[in-house]
């Protein structure tokens, strides 16, 4: 199903960014957003990428079927409440096959991002490296976090600039990213470090890892919440762009704004 | 009935942050003896009837590919339970 423009207002009225425009053609790229028993950010990540301008389709995890999707959001939340592992058990639905097939798929790879518990399922399924344990202090972390953008060439993050700083929230408690050293040397050879935190690593991750790609440079996952700094009056208070008012901070609409950019050619 | 213990612990390089909390909780009780705690894990999975080298191997890939994560955890023990064993 492809949520219409008016389906649901947007909440906060008219919005500064050229969304929702009928005439543009970021309007005709359609991303899927995969909805798991557990998922909670799912309408976020919706209504995310309606506000970058593009078309959401609703994905449930039990589906078959991508509906021509042109790329994927797995999103946030505690699939099957994170029962195993974070993302162990969602990583077998039977939507995740289809997803996996068609990321792995070469120059015409599907585009894939993962979101916290979604980066999660990423990593589960192998199509990232590396994993996510605790935090190195087992506190639910919740707050707004500065990150740098390592690589500013993938499919979500080709809006920003290269070394330029984003802050959006991070709330989780299987932060932690850990991989070998062999898998580390290897991330940070190949430019696929794609965001790392700034100000003090909240989690313990290995080297201030907050986000990675695949080889492709198609399948981003990341463990902060673009989608929660999309629209002014909902956002963090705070900005890497400078002041913000309460709750102003939009700098995760880039990572929305760069996939559709990116299929539009 | 019988069952098949599957015991997945954190590999020993990989921090176990629930493991570092309990250790410290110990002396909270009194208990000063263990210099440390890893918690892993224990799966029972229940089996109609014997234990086949069939079932027996479907429990290992079971623990290799779904019970534990090999980037973070190993699987120490496949083993039938003996106790079930008359």
Redesign the interface.
Known sequence: MTISNNETPLIGGPQPVASNNEDSPLNGVKVGVVTFPGSLDDRDAVRAVRLAGGSAVHLWHGDHSLQDVDAVIIPGGFSYGDY??AG??SR?APLMEQITAAASGGADALPVLGICNGFQVL??AHLL???M??????HFICRDQRLRVENADTFWTSEYAQGEELVIPLKNQDG?F???NYTLDELEGEGRVVFRYVDGNPN?SRRDIAGISNAAGNVVGLMPHPEHAVEAGFGPDSSARGEVEVRGGTDGLGIFTSVLKKLVG | MSRIVVDVM?KP???D??GK?IAGALPRIGLTGFAGVRQGKRFELTVDGDVTEEILEQARHAAAT??S?P??EDVTRVEVLEEDAQ
């Not at chain 1, 344990?133 to 087992?138: G, R, S, T, V």
């Open positions: 195993l592992r162990a058990i077998f990593t589960e490296p590396g994993s344990i605790k935090n190195n202090d087992l932690q850990v991989a070998d313990g | 954190p390089e990989i921090l942050p629930q909390a779904l019970l994560n980037v973070i």
